[in-house]
């Protein structure tokens, strides 16, 4: 396969043969669970993260955009981001090179290892070695993650409109109370005004009483 690289070493985009079809980002956070819950690759340490792999993927996904979640592998602190020989520091081909390791078979003992113990489904017996294959395998088997995501995502966007609603609420309810507080200022402000015309005109008037022979 020939493949094309971004500025920090990932291989990524002009994919050939069927790998170059436009494939969906699927999102299982189950998966990714799954995923943290393995050991890390390389290292020893405890606080897992799963790496989204950019190789072989069939989006071409660059930085800013994340692979599916089912091609996620389990990485420390320390090779993940943090150490000298971190992932994100040399890049993921000279990572995997540097630990002679092949992404693509990770990814698919991952795929394997979580149908059988999620679903006790063992594909031993049966030569599946793709990895587009095993997605479908995987996303058949778990109810197709696509529209549970899909739900999560319309009660998030539900929840944030209510939030929404109940701010511009709570504003029109201040901008309220404000005009009327400054509405009952004006009132006050002219009855003192009368109120001190009215006492003038009297002393005005007193004073001129007054001074009648």
């Known amino acids: 396969m020939d493949y094309s690289y971004d500025q920090y070493g990932n291989e990524y985009g002009a994919l050939q043969g069927s790998l170059a079809k436009k494939k969906h980002l699927y999102r299982n956070s189950s998966y990714l669970e799954f995923v943290r819950s393995k050991p890390c690759l390389i290292g020893k340490g405890k606080s897992i993260s799963a790496h989204h792999v950019r190789m072989l993927d069939p989006n071409g996904c660059g930085v800013s955009t994340k692979p599916s979640d089912y091609r996620a592998v389990p990485l420390c602190n320390e090779f993940h981001t943090h150490g000298s020989m971190a992932l994100h520091?040399?890049?993921?081909?000279?990572?995997?090179?540097?630990?002679?390791?092949?992404?693509?078979?990770?990814?698919?003992?991952?795929?394997?290892?979580?149908?059988?113990?999620?679903?006790?489904?063992?594909?031993?017996?049966?030569?599946?070695?793709?990895?587009?294959?095993?997605?479908?395998?995987?996303?058949?088997?778990?109810?197709?993650?696509?529209?549970?995501?899909?739900?999560?995502?319309?009660?998030?966007?539900?929840?944030?409109?209510?939030?929404?609603?109940?701010?511009?609420k709570q504003k029109k309810k201040h901008k309220e109370s404000a005009q009327f507080s400054q509405m009952k200022e004006q009132r006050r402000k002219k009855q003192r005004e009368l109120y001190q015309k009215k006492k003038n005109f009297q002393k005005r008037k007193n004073q001129a009483g007054t001074l009648q022979p």
């Open 89 to 168: 520091r040399i890049g993921e081909k000279r990572f995997w090179d540097r630990f002679n390791l092949d992404p693509e078979k990770v990814i698919i003992n991952l795929l394997k290892e979580y149908l059988l113990e999620k679903y006790q489904i063992s594909l031993i017996t049966r030569e599946l070695e793709d990895i587009e294959e095993l997605i479908e395998e995987v996303r058949t088997d778990s109810g197709v993650d696509e529209k549970r995501e899909q739900r999560r995502e319309e009660a998030k966007k539900k929840a944030s409109d209510h939030r929404k609603k109940q701010y511009q």
